[in-house]
């Protein structure tokens, strides 16, 4: 070939390269990481994506609060939540961890993975009307939300949804899960959670907790660990008056075990905590009870002491069978671990608490909180209007309290728990006043105060990688020399029918209380409920 004709080949070679390159597609750069210098402005921006859904926050809460289902049979509350986020994009798998009323709501895609929990369940006996200062039950004799679990799914909802919007404005990868605490009051649900792998993938766990402030904590917390087990004795009817000496009293035996762990209290630390109810002590006096139930929650501070009251109480469960002559076998219902939260994320979440501050509660607001708390003869302090500072670890030695079986959690992964400020100080807990606030504009108030402070902080976890890593090293440092063993073997189910009968008598009452929102403003506005009513 020619000089010449090697030119115009190169030439014509050159032309077609030029016109491959116009006609590719033209590929965006990846979108930069946020940096520091933005996260300010990202932060205020979902501050006010929280703020705008204050309307979905008081249906939300006010919604659950009508349906006032016990645990294991949260089946109305969990249809609502779960429709809710799939209308918003989440993907929901429904019967989670051999749970019907446990779910999983995922949106997001890659790496980290941030799981937003809190409490759906209520307490039985604890109906009462919100927003009125004295005794009223809805319905008498039924449950209600006398702790304030309506409220919790509220402020993770919302803070979703506002992380959801900046992270697809913003190239924010991740993961979000949403998941219910299922049966919390008999610490029963979680364990089969952590069972099911739910958390298995997950970077880090923001848990919510009602309180009457907006506060975290980092270290062991106050309260305790605990053991949920049933007693069950067997026995032989007989005619209680014909041939009494034929029959073997199950009674007998679950109220020697009773009798027998009163006397034994008194020697064990003063840390634990333990309490028992008989749930099934027979049929009718004239027959000896053939059957009989004791049911325990055995509490301590920390594993070891657990594990140790566990096999007292097991010895004693023996020794009442022996004294009876009686058999008896036990069942597992729940456990919680004590509480250990991860300080890096604490710190964190707790400088996000100081940006947003408590609620600017209302004259009306205040009002209420002090006739709630005259109510019960408590001390009138009204409202927190001071936050809190960060705890750290509580070592008191004279410790114990309460349990939540979030701390099998929090023993499996690095967790924090925001405590927002939907109710009022100084009640009993476990209360029909402790429901008083929580279909009122305190609880919404505190339900938005708290999302904000949660999407925040999952922000935080999303754009510094360091803050999960620290968060890991902690947790690593915290299981060094002690690690979370379940008590729940491997054949062990959820107790799914547990409450059944008792939603079965009350719910067709209920029904009728439940919140419509399309055609009320507020819970209060279709009870006819002017706000504050002392």
């Known amino acids: 070939m020619s000089r010449l004709a090697l030119m115009a080949a190169a030439a014509l070679a050159g032309v077609l390269l030029a016109s491959a390159v116009l006609a590719a597609p033209v590929v965006p750069a990846a979108p930069a990481a946020p940096t520091a210098e933005r996260l300010p402005a990202m932060k205020a921006e979902l501050a006010a994506g929280v703020e705008q859904r204050r309307k979905l926050g008081q249906e939300i809460v006010d919604s659950v609060f009508s349906f006032g289902e016990l645990g294991f049979q949260e089946f109305e509350t969990s249809k609502y939540l779960t429709a809710l986020l799939e209308k918003n994009g989440f993907v929901v798998?429904?019967?989670?961890?051999?749970?019907?009323?446990?779910w999983t709501a995922t949106?997001?895609?890659?790496?980290?993975?941030?799981?937003?929990?809190?409490?759906?369940?209520?307490?039985?006996?604890?109906?009462?009307?919100?927003?009125?200062?004295?005794r009223e039950p809805l319905v008498e004799g039924a449950?209600?939300?006398?702790?304030?679990?309506?409220?919790?799914?509220?402020?993770?909802?919302?803070?979703?949804?506002?992380?959801?919007?900046?992270?697809?404005?913003?190239?924010?990868?991740?993961?979000?899960?949403?998941?219910?605490?299922?049966a919390e009051e008999l610490v029963a649900g979680k364990t089969f959670l952590i069972r099911a792998g739910v958390f298995k993938n997950v970077d880090a766990v923001v848990f919510t907790h009602v309180g009457d402030n907006l506060e975290t904590s980092w270290g062991p917390y106050k309260g305790s660990g605990m053991v949920s087990v049933k007693y069950m004795f067997h026995g032989e009817a007989a005619h209680a008056a014909g041939a009494p000496w034929l029959g073997r009293s199950a009674l007998d035996g679950a109220m020697m075990m009773g009798m027998g762990w009163d006397m034994r209290r008194e020697h064990l630390r003063p840390q634990q905590r333990s309490h028992y109810v008989i749930t099934d002590g027979g049929d009718q006096p004239n027959v000896v009870p053939p059957e009989a139930a004791i049911w325990f929650y055995v509490r301590e501070t920390d594993f070891s002491h657990i594990a140790h009251n566990f096999s007292i109480a097991n010895d004693i469960a023996d020794a009442a069978a022996k004294m009876t002559n009686t058999t008896v076998t036990r069942e597992i219902i729940g456990e919680a671990a004590p509480r250990y939260f991860n300080k890096p994320l604490a710190e964190a979440m707790d400088a996000n608490i100081r940006q947003v501050?408590?609620?600017?509660?209302?004259?009306?607001?205040?009002?209420?909180?002090?006739?709630?708390?005259?109510?019960?003869?408590?001390?009138?302090?009204?409202?927190?209007?001071?936050?809190?500072?960060?705890?750290?670890?509580?070592?008191?030695?004279?410790?114990?309290?309460?349990?939540?079986?979030v701390g099998n959690i929090a023993w499996t992964l690095p967790t924090v728990m925001l405590v927002y400020p939907s109710n009022i100080p100084n009640l009993p807990g476990h209360h029909w006043s402790n429901a008083m606030a929580m279909a009122t504009p305190i609880a919404h108030d505190g339900v938005v105060a708290g999302g904000k402070v949660v999407a925040m902080t999952v922000l935080d976890m999303l754009t510094q990688p360091a803050l999960l890593e620290q968060s890991k090293a902690f947790f690593k440092e915290q299981t060094k020399e002690e690690q979370y063993v379940s008590s729940i073997g491997p054949d062990d189910k959820p107790q799914i029918e547990m409450n059944a009968e008792i939603m079965a008598k009350y719910r067709p009452l209920m029904r009728p209380f439940y919140y419509d929102p399309k055609r009320y403003s507020t819970y209060l506005d279709q009870l006819g409920v002017k706000f504050p009513t002392f």
């Open 93 to 102: 798998k429904r019967g989670v961890g051999g749970m019907p009323t446990a």
């Open 357 to 405: 501050g408590l609620p600017k509660w209302t004259d009306d607001e205040q009002a209420f909180a002090k006739a709630v708390q005259r109510t019960v003869h408590a001390k009138e302090d009204g409202l927190a209007t001071e936050l809190s500072p960060l705890a750290g670890p509580n070592v008191d030695p004279a410790g114990g309290g309460g349990s939540d079986d």
């Open 107 to 134: 949106w997001g895609s890659g790496g980290p993975v941030i799981a937003l929990g809190s409490d759906i369940d209520c307490l039985p006996k604890a109906s009462q009307k919100p927003g009125v200062a004295h």
């Open 143 to 182: 449950p209600g939300h006398g702790e304030g679990h309506n409220s919790g799914q509220a402020v993770n909802i919302l803070a979703a949804l506002a992380l959801k919007d900046l992270m697809q404005k913003e190239h924010i990868p991740g993961t979000l899960v949403l998941w219910p605490g299922v």
